[in-house]
């Protein structure tokens, strides 16, 4: 059975930091691109960041670059998120996810999701 575990969320002032983790199980997860994907209240899902296979080749929507960075150990069949400087507009259930498809995970067409963490930001 195909699992992605999310873990690492909570409640934390602006401009802390929070690392989630994503921990997968039931396919092979260093043939995936894995991504994180965000969705606030009321608002669309957005796409954050994502990781290639071997971890050399990473991409960052705008509002998070220079802040978050994405990495993998695919030893440990698990995913990472760390997050620095958080501000406010960065509160959203915070969803890993993985693709065979660079392209298509990035566009949000992954293969497999987890259920989310919820990340608050309080000002």
């Known amino acids: 059975q195909v699992q992605l575990v999310e873990s690492g969320g909570g409640l934390v002032q602006a401009g802390g930091s929070l690392r989630l983790s994503c921990a997968a199980s039931g396919f092979t997860f260093s043939s995936a691109r894995t991504g994180w994907f965000r969705q606030a209240p009321g608002k669309e899902r957005e796409f954050v960041a994502i990781?290639?296979?071997?971890?050399?080749?990473?991409d960052y929507a705008d509002s998070v670059k220079g802040r978050f960075t994405i990495s993998r150990d695919n030893a440990k069949n698990t995913a990472f998120l760390q997050m620095n400087s958080l501000k406010p507009e960065d509160t959203a259930v915070y969803y890993c996810?993985?693709?065979?498809?660079?392209?298509?995970?990035?566009?949000?067409?992954?293969?497999?999701r987890g259920q989310g963490t919820q990340v608050t930001v309080s000002s």
């Open positions: 996810a993985a693709g065979f498809s660079w392209s298509g995970l990035r566009n949000g067409d992954y293969n497999y």
């Open positions: 990781i290639d296979r071997t971890g050399s080749i990473k």
